[in-house]
């Protein structure tokens, strides 16, 4: 399997609902991240997850909350969100090691909506 | 010091031409040099990739070029099609975990 997938594809919420975003890979890869991404700008990182602990927090507001429950997966939990939350949210996985680079595959990303 | 400069913001080429994308960089630690496609709704896809210890890399149509002592690095796509037009970002890294984009240049192919 060489491919990060992530679930749903589409989040429509309201400013007072709780909701989660999933992302998986199997390719072994010990760094997980999340992005956000606002139309046609680049990924914005968010979170870095390495060997399953929370190793970068890029000053991200306590209404996105990361879970890592294992190597494959990472979990997003929203909760209270603002409309200028709405953006593409992309997952992305590397294999760390000696000798590996930043070399980052990125899923499909979930399109989410806030009303 | 971080920054990634990228242009142009668009551009447009003819089916078959050359498709050229430039990037600039400060940091000298970047030892990693990646190019992403993304295209409408999608997730951006690792595309080619270089460090700085060779100065060009070419897989297929796509080449990056490489000037560390200009802290220069290109994109070089060979007979453009339309199923080429997307966005692409260049990115470089260094000893952190973190991906420094361009801002990004969206490429249109016309048949």
């Not at chain 1, 390719?27 to 870095?48: D, I, T």
Request: some cysteine; charged content about 20%.
């Amino acid at each position: 399997d060489t491919e990060v997938t992530q679930t749903p594809k589409h989040l429509v919420m309201g400013m007072t609902n709780k909701k989660s975003l999933k992302c998986e890979q199997h390719m072994g890869h010990r760094a997980m991240y999340w992005y956000k991404q606002k139309a046609k700008k680049p990924p914005e990182l968010m979170f870095v997850y390495s060997y399953e602990k929370l190793s970068i927090n890029e000053s991200v507001p306590s209404r996105f909350s990361p879970e890592c429950p294992n190597s494959s997966l990472l979990n997003l939990h929203l909760h209270a969100l603002q409309p200028e939350d709405s953006a593409l949210y992309l997952c992305a996985s590397r294999p760390v090691g000696r000798g590996s680079y930043n070399e980052q595959f990125f899923g499909p990303g979930t399109r989410l909506t806030v009303l | 010091q971080q920054q990634v400069k990228q242009s142009p913001q668009s551009l447009i080429v003819q089916k078959g031409g050359i498709s050229i994308i430039n990037c600039a960089y400060e940091n000298t630690a970047f030892d990693y040099f990646p190019w992403y496609q993304q295209f409408p709704g999608k997730g951006p896809a690792l595309l080619i990739a270089i460090r700085p210890d060779v100065s060009e890399k070419k897989e297929g149509r796509f080449t990056i070029s490489f000037n560390k002592s200009a802290k220069q690095f290109s994109l070089h796509i060979m007979d453009s099609q339309p199923g080429d037009s997307a966005t692409y970002f260049c990115a470089a890294s260094g000893a952190t975990n973190k991906l420094i984009f361009g801002t990004g240049t969206l490429l249109a192919v016309q048949p």
